[in-house]
């Protein structure tokens, strides 16, 4: 029993008297002692080092689209991610827009510009002296 009480969380052992365990890779961890293996972080969480007992969640405007993520991806310019543990970004809908990286929300276009597009970065000047009114979409 010996060998099973040296496994801490965050190393594994999957044979039986070893007293020497192994860290968890990136991406992976045990939340437990004594475990024989590690598991893969779910989507939308992260291990960013070895030997981690825990995933940790992407902040909004963040993404992890994949199970043993290592590091949570900024949403690009056009999108966003306004909760927790995203697995995603959600384009900008037509009439707002988002001009950075990591937006947790997207900006109505001003008056005298427009979007018509989904996941736009940016919004267009009204042509001919049109006048629009905020979050136009044509």
Do not use: F
Request: net charge neutral; hydrophobic share 20%; with cysteine.
């Amino acid at each position: 029993k010996q060998w099973y009480q040296r496994r801490v969380r965050g190393s594994y052992s999957s044979t039986t008297g070893t007293v020497q365990c192994a860290l968890c890779s990136v991406g992976h961890v045990t939340a437990n002692n004594g475990s024989v293996a590690c598991s893969p972080c779910q989507a939308g969480s992260v291990a960013s080092e070895t030997g981690m007992s825990s995933c940790v969640d992407c902040a909004p405007g963040s993404y992890s689209s994949s199970p043993g993520g290592s590091r949570c991806a900024r949403c690009n310019p056009g999108s966003y991610s306004d909760h927790r543990k995203s697995t995603s970004c959600t384009p900008c809908p037509k009439g707002s827009y988002a001009d950075d990286q990591g937006e947790i929300s997207c900006t109505l276009c001003p008056i005298g510009t427009y979007s018509d597009i989904l996941g736009a970065a940016v919004c267009k000047d009204c042509q001919n002296s049109i006048n629009t009114d905020v979050g136009q979409t044509e």
